[in-house]
């Protein structure tokens, strides 16, 4: 047992995928008079410790958003600045999760970054691809309409090869290709930063996922506030069976 571990939510009723919409980077910098950067500097920081604390809960499968196909609006040295850090996220991680047993992927248009990143992405791809414990999907350059665009195009090639008839289409089947492809479906979905929305993330994944939404900015998240969002979930999962007191137990303890 972890220590600080909720141990009454039974690992039975933990969502097996979590998606994070890791919001509040940029205003938790404002906040404290510095550059947007410092924030994302801070947030990569609470990455490490999230995905730490889902492997030891044992959840299946994390998905973070870390830029959207609609992120490149942004200034382009805030842009450049995310790309190098991601570079270097990447360098240095991918050992770490290598030896923890977790299997990256990285969702999204990767045509768009440079060829280095590019190299950078396969290589930590193909260096935990066999791997069996956390699977760890960081979506970037990503975008549910992107994502679904994707899916239409390989159908109907399929379709216009004769390979599948479109009758032959159904839900599991795009289901099974969006897992294999892209992202699966998801249980619980946090979005951090106090907006309530999706903002181009999973849009087919999301369709019965348990929405969190939280005010705390994204450097600010921690194992307390994942904890809080878990326990909702549990007891959304049981139809309200939990009583009060539960849920602070489960809240509090750790
Ligand atoms: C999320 O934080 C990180 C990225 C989109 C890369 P923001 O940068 O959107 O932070 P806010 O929303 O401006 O505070
Ligand atoms: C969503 O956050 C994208 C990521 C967290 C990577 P944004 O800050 O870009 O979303 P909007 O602009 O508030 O919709
Ligand atoms: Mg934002």
Redesign the pocket.
Known sequence: MIAGDPAVIEPGALPRHVAI???GNGRWAKQRGRLRMVGHYAGAKTVRKIVRYAAQLGIEKLTL????S??WRRPPEEVSNLMKLFMSVLQREVKLLNKHNVRLRIVGARDGFSESLQQRIEFAERLTEHNDGLQLNVAANYGGRWDILQQVRFFSEQISQGVLRSEQLTEALLNESFARSSVSDVDLMIRTGG?H?I?NFLIWQLAYAELYFTERLWPDFDEQEFREALASYVCRERRFGCTTDQIRQMIQTG
């Not at 958003?65 to 959207?68: D, K, P, R, T, V």
């Open positions: 919409i890791m919001d958003f870390a830029f959207s609609e992120n907006e929305r903002s």
